[in-house]
């Protein structure tokens, strides 16, 4: 299961690296794509900060399900903007999510019970 992790990770970082690269570069397309939804570019910035961040972070010892929950989260507003604004297939979103959730599922060891014992 640690290659499964390694090549999860993997993907998500070559993914989101090159997304919120893209956002906060600038590019063309990213700045557009804001504009539609309305919410103005800070959010662009703010989104493509959070994206690189937590790619960074899937490589921190320990920080593997925290990273993935906030690319997950950012996935799941990715779908709603694809589905209620944007229009084009949320396809890939909801692909990244998923994988997501794997990465998540693998390190769920993690995971603090509310009594501080670690789950398996």
């Not at 900060?49 to 690319?71: F, H, N, R, S």
């Not at 979103?93 to 998923?98: S, W």
């Amino acid at each position: 299961m640690k290659y499964v992790s390694l090549g999860l990770r993997g993907l998500l970082t070559l993914a989101f690296v090159a997304a919120g690269g893209a956002k906060l570069a600038g590019v063309e397309m990213m700045v557009g794509t804001y504009d539609a939804i309305g919410v103005g570019q800070w959010f662009r910035y703010l989104t493509g900060a959070l994206e690189v961040g937590a790619a960074i972070l899937l490589w921190l010892p320990g920080k593997q399900v925290l990273a993935a929950a906030l690319l997950g989260a950012t996935m799941v507003g990715a779908v709603l903007a694809h589905l209620f604004i944007l229009g084009p297939s949320a396809v890939p979103a909801v692909v990244l999510g998923l994988i997501c959730i794997a990465v998540i599922y693998l390190h769920r060891d993690q995971i603090a019970d509310p009594l501080g014992r670690a789950t398996a």
